[in-house]
Protein backbone atom coordinates (compact mmCIF):
# COMPACT_ATOMS: atom_id res chain seq x y z
CA UNK A 1 0.00 0.00 0.00
CA UNK A 2 1.59 3.62 -1.07
CA UNK A 3 0.05 6.62 -0.01
CA UNK A 4 0.79 9.67 -2.31
CA UNK A 5 0.78 13.09 -0.90
CA UNK A 6 0.52 16.17 -3.09
CA UNK A 7 0.13 19.99 -2.29
CA UNK A 8 1.46 21.51 0.06
CA UNK A 9 4.31 24.93 -0.03
CA UNK A 10 4.37 28.89 0.87
CA UNK A 11 2.13 31.02 1.16
CA UNK A 12 1.22 34.10 3.49
CA UNK A 13 -0.53 33.84 6.65
CA UNK A 14 -4.70 34.17 5.86
CA UNK A 15 -4.51 32.25 2.81
CA UNK A 16 -5.21 28.69 1.69
CA UNK A 17 -3.48 25.75 0.48
CA UNK A 18 -5.22 22.27 -0.66
CA UNK A 19 -3.16 18.71 0.53
CA UNK A 20 -4.42 15.71 -1.66
CA UNK A 21 -3.72 11.92 -0.79
CA UNK A 22 -3.98 8.73 -3.26
CA UNK A 23 -3.72 5.63 -1.79
CA UNK A 24 -2.78 2.56 -4.01
CA UNK A 25 -1.63 -1.21 -4.03
CA UNK A 26 -3.26 -4.16 -2.56
CA UNK A 27 -6.58 -2.42 -1.04
CA UNK A 28 -9.38 -4.46 0.22
CA UNK A 29 -11.23 -1.34 2.09
CA UNK A 30 -9.99 2.29 3.98
CA UNK A 31 -11.35 2.30 7.00
CA UNK A 32 -10.30 6.13 7.93
CA UNK A 33 -8.33 8.39 6.04
CA UNK A 34 -6.55 11.75 7.50
CA UNK A 35 -3.69 14.24 8.39
CA UNK A 36 -1.29 14.74 10.92
CA UNK A 37 1.07 16.90 11.33
CA UNK A 38 4.62 17.78 13.18
CA UNK A 39 6.02 21.40 13.47
CA UNK A 40 9.88 21.09 14.38
CA UNK A 41 10.48 20.13 18.19
CA UNK A 42 6.96 19.09 18.53
CA UNK A 43 4.96 15.74 18.59
CA UNK A 44 3.15 14.99 15.80
CA UNK A 45 -0.34 15.90 16.07
CA UNK A 46 -3.82 15.09 14.48
CA UNK A 47 -5.32 17.44 12.15
CA UNK A 48 -8.03 15.89 10.28
CA UNK A 49 -9.74 12.44 9.78
CA UNK A 50 -12.60 10.74 7.53
CA UNK A 51 -14.08 7.67 8.12
CA UNK A 52 -15.29 5.49 5.16
CA UNK A 53 -18.92 6.56 6.62
CA UNK A 54 -18.01 10.43 6.05
CA UNK A 55 -17.71 11.06 9.70
CA UNK A 56 -14.79 13.92 10.27
CA UNK A 57 -13.06 14.43 13.67
CA UNK A 58 -10.88 17.71 13.18
CA UNK A 59 -7.72 19.41 15.95
CA UNK A 60 -9.80 22.42 18.00
CA UNK A 61 -6.89 24.46 16.41
CA UNK A 62 -8.02 23.88 13.01
CA UNK A 63 -12.11 23.99 13.21
CA UNK A 64 -13.78 26.12 10.47
CA UNK A 65 -10.77 26.60 8.94
CA UNK A 66 -9.75 23.21 7.42
CA UNK A 67 -11.84 20.97 5.87
CA UNK A 68 -11.42 17.11 5.20
CA UNK A 69 -13.41 14.91 2.25
CA UNK A 70 -12.56 11.53 1.08
CA UNK A 71 -13.71 10.37 -2.43
CA UNK A 72 -12.69 6.20 -2.46
CA UNK A 73 -9.38 6.02 -2.01
CA UNK A 74 -8.36 9.79 -2.14
CA UNK A 75 -8.90 11.97 0.82
CA UNK A 76 -8.17 15.95 0.20
CA UNK A 77 -7.53 18.60 2.82
CA UNK A 78 -9.11 22.29 2.11
CA UNK A 79 -6.81 24.77 4.44
CA UNK A 80 -7.79 28.24 4.80
CA UNK A 81 -7.44 31.59 6.84
CA UNK A 82 -3.85 29.75 7.21
CA UNK A 83 -1.79 30.88 10.47
CA UNK A 84 1.89 31.11 11.05
CA UNK A 85 0.97 27.83 13.83
CA UNK A 86 0.01 26.21 10.50
CA UNK A 87 3.66 25.65 9.54
CA UNK A 88 4.68 22.32 9.60
CA UNK A 89 5.39 18.63 7.75
CA UNK A 90 2.16 17.39 6.67
CA UNK A 91 1.60 13.06 6.87
CA UNK A 92 -0.94 11.43 5.10
CA UNK A 93 -2.43 8.51 6.70
CA UNK A 94 -5.05 5.59 6.01
CA UNK A 95 -6.03 2.55 8.13
CA UNK A 96 -6.11 -0.07 5.44
CA UNK A 97 -7.53 -3.92 5.16
CA UNK A 98 -5.77 -5.34 3.05
CA UNK A 99 -7.85 -8.54 3.30
CA UNK A 100 -11.33 -9.41 4.23
CA UNK A 101 -10.89 -11.00 7.37
CA UNK A 102 -7.37 -9.20 7.62
CA UNK A 103 -6.15 -6.98 10.82
CA UNK A 104 -6.31 -2.95 10.16
CA UNK A 105 -2.68 -1.73 9.47
CA UNK A 106 -1.80 2.42 9.34
CA UNK A 107 0.04 3.48 6.52
CA UNK A 108 1.78 7.00 6.16
CA UNK A 109 2.40 9.30 3.06
CA UNK A 110 5.78 10.98 2.59
CA UNK A 111 5.76 14.55 4.68
CA UNK A 112 4.62 17.75 2.37
CA UNK A 113 6.07 20.99 3.63
CA UNK A 114 3.51 23.45 4.20
CA UNK A 115 4.56 27.38 5.57
CA UNK A 116 3.00 30.02 6.57
CA UNK A 117 4.57 33.45 6.61
CA UNK A 118 3.32 36.10 8.46
Known amino acids: VQLQASGGGLVQAGGSLRLSCAAS????????MGWYRQAPGKQRELVASITSGGTTNYADSVKGRFTVSRDNAKNTLQMNSLKSEDTAVYYC???????????????WGQGTQVTVSS
Open 25 to 32: GNIFSINA
Open 93 to 107: NALVRVMPTGPTRSY
